[in-house]
């Protein structure tokens, strides 16, 4: 099985979606090796087993999870694999591989960078015209603003433009602050997909708080996107990298809950 699962980590390895797929090109699909996958347990965690086999990391390291409903979420993709074991169709293990190989050591370093994102973060940068899209992002941002500063204490000073605009040290602290509640590597990985996928920490937080869903959040992220589609159109191309990028997204989101929940 080993040589199996190397074939399969090189395919799930690269958190770049055209690099995936064109590793994908390069090296055939590896067909699927294994009829029965099961949740397992060891040291109080949770972990995939392919036919009574323990699944690793890339870096061979155990996959296991802290809940079982995060196991699940897992076991699923490996489950609704068919005659070949597709990675685009395996979001939430590609993340988990990512959390337990790579921000396990690193978590204060990655929730360093989420806090990094709050001080550029996409909600702060306003059009100044048309009038029509002004209103379209005041719709879509003003509200996650408005929850930071009354319920967080954080307040952003917004800017027109792109030009930099520094935030206050108390609106930083005030999101660090509350974002510090979240130490888990696996729910510090999906708060940084969120962010990194819609350009705002801010939503990342806000979805981990209850403030908003994932598709709120996904919404938001796309508001100027969106008046562009609505006054100019859009192309298939464009369509499916969004797509691609909402599957990471809302596997982040469900990967979240399941370790928080």
Request: glycine share 4%; hydrophobic share 45%.
């Amino acid at each position: 099985m080993r040589d199996f699962l190397n074939d399969i980590h090189e395919h799930l390895s690269d958190p770049d979606p055209v690099r995936r797929a064109q590793i994908q090109m390069k090296n055939p699909l590896p067909k699927r090796f294994y009829k029965d996958v099961a949740v397992g347990q060891d040291a109080g965690r949770f972990t995939i087993e392919l036919d009574g086999r323990t699944v690793k990391t890339p870096a061979r390291r155990l996959l296991s999870l802290p809940t079982r409903p995060a196991a699940e979420l897992v076991a699923a993709e490996w489950r609704d694999q068919a005659e070949v074991i597709d990675p685009a169709r395996m979001p939430v293990t590609r993340l988990v591989n990512s959390a337990l190989d790579g921000v396990s050591d690193e978590c204060e370093a990655v929730i360093a960078d989420i806090v990094n994102y709050a001080g550029t973060d996409l909600l702060c940068y306003r059009a100044d015209a048309p009038q029509s899209l002004v209103e379209a992002q005041a719709a879509k941002w003003d509200p996650v603003i408005y929850w930071a500063a009354d319920a967080l204490g954080a307040r952003f000073i917004l800017a027109e433009g792109v030009i930099h605009q520094t935030q206050p040290a108390a609106a930083i602290d005030a999101f660090a602050a509350a974002l510090a509640k979240y130490r888990e590597p696996l729910a510090v990985a999906a708060l940084h997909t969120i962010t990194t996928l819609t350009g705002s920490a801010l939503l990342a937080l806000a979805v981990a708080e209850g403030r908003i869903d994932a598709d709120e959040a996904w919404r938001a992220a796309h508001a100027d996107e969106d008046w562009n589609i609505e006054h100019w159109g859009s192309d298939a191309e464009a369509e499916a990298r969004r797509a691609a990028r909402w599957k990471d997204m809302k596997a982040a989101s469900d990967l979240f809950s399941a370790v928080t929940g």
